[in-house]
Every structure is written in structure tokens, then in C-alpha cells.
DNA sequence: CGGAATTTGGAATATATGTTCTATTTTGCT
DNA sequence: AGCAAAATAGAACATATATTCCAAATTCCG
């Protein structure tokens, strides 16, 4: 029964499936329920899994081990962590990292990359179809589109309209360049695209507020359902992405920025 | 503080950005995490949450209460009860996404994230750690930074901007705004980090020649190992982006800005 | 600036949950 | 049927985890 332990749900799988021609009676009736309830094991505790197959505890945890765990915690551990990639607390092992002087430039950049995988990972479980839908249809049916994102999120605003003015749609950056504020820009029949992430720059807010007060639509790129921007009745696409400090890996974001170039010059052009 | 218990999740949301204004420091730190991780509370520890939320445990206990629980346990049932699990995992969800969803933003935003994916995987392939050593040495020294990317690199080098500001790291973006020059600002001492991809701007290029003839140290981030940028003796990190039509994801080269950025602000500060 | 109220950190405690052990039952074999 | 080996149930035990409590720090107000 030594076999190694299963690091992956594949491997987890192919341990099942080996197993299960060779089991007594309670323990068939655990590979079965297992089987069939993968997803219940990160969330269920071992006496709810052994109800549910109908066995005993210690029955389950005999189980676990055949399938060559140390007993039923290791193997919900493969569970919980494989589910959502497991980024639990890349902002402390990035700060860590910065912390030591033993981290090189490379290791750095080794982490990083592994933050921006899961943060696009995580985009494509947190976006909402039909929110996506919404925004680029409003953003498609705008006399013209005024962006606005301010600090930290310029570089994303400064994207989406070098995207747009590459696919010919009619676009405004509002960079607040020289304290002008162009508010009498917006117009009846035009859309604001907002970008704001914690902390929320005032200016941006405040913009929203003005604007959405006339009546004119709202489509906001932020973090979380707690954004300031809730307030308002925009279309809210949030994205969540790991940062720490002053920091914040771009990646979900601007990839998600680029789908709504793409999505919205397209359909413009239709 | 007597609310009736959130049933739903829906609830639970609405529960939240009721609080969330109103919410002491550690409390809010741990709203925006939840916000953005509603996913972990499924099958994660107090322990980890709060870790994760940077507060204590404690903490993390009181944030529960105020939203009507009576305690983590209470909260974290209503999310093990709804929890349906998102597998199978990443690569074949994301393929069925593509065909189920042909043609919509949502299947443009599985493209993309896929891209992403695999500009950064290739980033850590290509990227030559004793380049990024001396990139980082380089800049570290300077007196000052200077920082130029235009059109589409623009975001990458605003970006930059922003995080040197961040850490203290005397950095000056060179944007054109005004089609001012500002050449002379670029004194001994100093170094020049330039930003540019194909079609190379032909101000960047420029700028570089002539600096680079003064003597004053430049480096590159660039495409290739073909840029014009070869010519003058850059520290030249290369970047291949994964192009999807005529769009740049940027997460690769945004990746690399990050990594550098940090990088240079810790060495400074050491 | 000083005192009250709130918020916080951390250790102490209670509880739930996983794990092990052993007597008993079942199964397989001759 | 009778014996040995394997499997099982249930209780006892150990550990992990949630929860509470209170002193210290902070914020708020007059």
C-alpha cells in the first residue's frame, strides 16, 4: 500500500479508478460516492462524507488512505488548494521576497509571473457574461467614449484609448493634463468608461458622480463589489488582482481592457 | 447590530457594500478581501482568511458578526452550501468556453487570457537573468531615471513612472505632452530607460541615439533581439509578446516593468 | 490637551473534527 | 461447518480550529 501520495486531481483520479476494482463493500461504497461528489470533498467534513456513502468514519479514512493519503485531511488539502489555483498570499511571499536581499531580481520576476497566471486564472471565473455583454453594448452604442483613470490606473485608461483610436472608434482620454477638466466634453448620447482601483482616486469618483447625475451611462472597471463606484448605477466589471503595497500586477486588468477595445471596435464596425 | 442572517449570497453581497462604508480600518481590510475572494471563504480556515486580509483572527470574528453571523462558521456553511465547485480544471474549461461561447465577448476574453498566459510563461523562457542583474545594478545607481515609451508603450512606461514615484526613486517621464523635448533634462548621472516595440517610435529611437552618444547609460525593453534600439550599447531586455491581430497584450512586458520597478526601489533603498 | 469610547492584538478557552484503537462481525477458504 | 484473515463499527483520544475575553492602543470629542 505504499504508493506515493496523488499531487494532482488527474493523478487522483487514475489512483480511483485503479483502486476501485479491488474494494470491500464499504469501502466500494466510498469510491462510489466520491465519484460521484468530487467537488463535496474541499468543502465537507469527514463525518459528512462517510454519512454520505453511508459507511462510518473510520470506514472513510481507511478509504483515504488506499488511495494513498495520511488520512482525510491531506486529501481535502489536495482539493481546497487545486481548487481556484491556490493563491492564497502572493502579497505576503512577494513582500517577504523584497524583504530578504537573497531575492534575486530573477526570483522576483519568476513570482510575478506566477501572480499574473493566477490573476488571469481568476478573471475568468469572476467575470459575468452578461455584465461583459452590457458594457460593450453600451460602450458600442456611445456617440463617443471619455475614459477616465487616474494614478495607478492610467496606464489601463491610456491602453483602451490608444486601442480605440487604432480601431477608429471615437474615443477621449481624460488625463486631467495641466488641472484641466474637460467635464463640459461629456455629452447626452456619449458613455464614461471609468478605471479606479483602491485606493479610489478622488477626481475619478468625483467625475462619476457629476456624470452619472446627468443621466449619462456608466461603465466602471474596479476592484471588488465594495468599490466606491457601487453607488452609482454603473455596469461594474470588477476585477480582482493580487497587489501589495503600491503595487498591482496589471495583467487581469488590461487583458480585460483589451477584450473591450477589441469587442466594442468590432461590434462598432458591424 | 441585530440584522436577520444573510440566506443567500445575494444577500450576503448586499449585506456587504451596506457595511462597507461604515467600517474601522482592520474591519474594511478584511470586507475588501472577502470582496475579492469570496471564493476562499468555501474552504479556508479563519486562520488563513485573516491572514490573508492581513488582520487577526479575532478581527476577522468581529467583521463575521457584523454581517449578521454569529460567526465564521455560520458564514462559511452558507458558502460550503452553494459552493458547486469549478472544475474541471483550467485548460478544459477554458476550451469549452471557447467553442460553447464562439463569438462573444466572453469567448474573446477566454482567448485573451489564454494569450496572456502564454506571454508570460514564454517571459520567464527568454528573459536572461544576468541582463536583468545589470538592468537593475544600472538603474539602481542613476542619479536619475528617465523613462520614455510612446503610443503603445505608453502605459508600460506610465506605469513605471508610477511605481518609482511609489518608492521614493526620482524618476521622470518623458510623455511629450506639448511636443515638448526636454532633452537637456537628461544630465550625467543619469540613465535613460527606454520602452518601444514595433513599429518603434521614432521619437524613442531618437531620444536614445542621442543620449546614448552623450555617454549616459540606457536601458531597453524592447521586442527581439532585432530592435533598432541594438545599435547603441542598451542593457536590452527583450520581451516577445504573443500578438493576437493587431493587439498587444501587454501582460509579459507589464510583468517585466513590475519585476524592475521593485527590483530598483529595494536596491535604492537598501 | 485630557478623558471616554472604540478598536485592536494576542493569549486563553471551548468546540468541532480528524484519527486511532480494539472488540466484534463478516468473509473466504478448506 | 469451522477456522483464519480481513473488514467493520463504535468509542476513545488527539489535534486543529473557532471563539471569547481582556488589556493595550488608538481614535474621537469636548
Redesign the interface.
Known sequence: MQERVPAT??QFEERLIDVSDSLPKRLRQCAEYVAAN???I???TVAEMAEGAGVQPSAFMRFCRILGFSGFSEMQRL??D????GW??YS?RLKNL?EK?EG???A???E??DV??AS??N???T?D?KT??DA?EALAKAQMIHIIGL??S???A??IA??FE?MNVPAMLHSG?GGLDNHNAIRPGDVLLAVTF?PYAAETIEMVEAVSSRGIPVVAMT????SPL?KFDAITLSV?EVDF???R???AT???A??????VGTKRSE
Chains 1, 2 share one sequence.
Open positions: 486531481i488527474t468530487k467537488d463535496r474541499a468543502v465537507s482539493f481546497r487545486s481548487y481556484s489555483g492564497p498570499d505576503t523584497r536581499a534575486t531580481p530573477f522576483l520576476l519568476a510575478f509571473v499574473g497566471r488571469l486564472e478573471l475568468l471565473k467575470i457574461a461583459l455583454d460593450v494614478r495607478r492610467f496606464p489601463v491610456s491602453y490608444y486601442a487604432k493634463v483602491s476592484d471588488t463589489i465594495v457601487r480582482s503595497g503600491a503595487f500586477s496589471l495583467s488590461l487583458c480585460l483589451i477584450v473591450l477595445s477589441v469587442a
